[in-house]
Nanobody, 124 residues
Framework: QVQLVESGGGLAQAGGSLRLTCAAY????????MGWLRHAPGKERTFVAT????????FYAESVKGRITISRDDAKSMVYLEMTSLKPEDTAVYYC?????????????????WGQGTQVTVSS
């Protein structure tokens, strides 16, 4: 079992930055692919970014590419999402998710473990 706890969300102005953090507890974190996904009001949960178990491979949704960076620190069992040039359409609840394999994944249904989410609100 893996427990994921997100933090770092909040209110930001358009053009601003936020850093989300995900702390992982439980089974071995190293080697597990991790992802960030978001759920905006009235929309389905969508993929944002993913990083492989080794940290050597990352993949981003087109809507955030160039503005958002995912990274991990296996020594601390942490995953980060650096968000810059924020837009109002980035407003959503952001979820950290994990899967017990090493390769990246865009499909939300392929993640086995989820955090409780952290709200990000971007004002115009």
């Amino acid at each position: 079992q893996v427990q994921l706890v997100e933090s770092g969300g909040g209110l930001a102005q358009a053009g601003g930055s936020l850093r989300l953090t995900c702390a992982a507890y439980g089974r071995t974190f190293s080697g597990s692919a991790m992802g960030w996904l978001r759920h905006a009001p009235g929309k389905e949960r969508t993929f944002v970014a993913t990083i492989s178990g080794s940290g050597g491979s990352t993949f981003y949704a087109e809507s955030v590419k160039g503005r958002i960076t995912i990274s991990r620190d296996d020594a601390k069992s942490m995953v980060y999402l650096e968000m810059t040039s924020l837009k109002p359409e980035d407003t959503a609840v952001y979820y950290c998710a994990a899967r017990p394999v090493s390769y990246t994944e865009q499909r939300p249904s392929r993640y086995a473990y989820w955090g409780q989410g952290t709200q990000v609100t971007v004002s115009s």
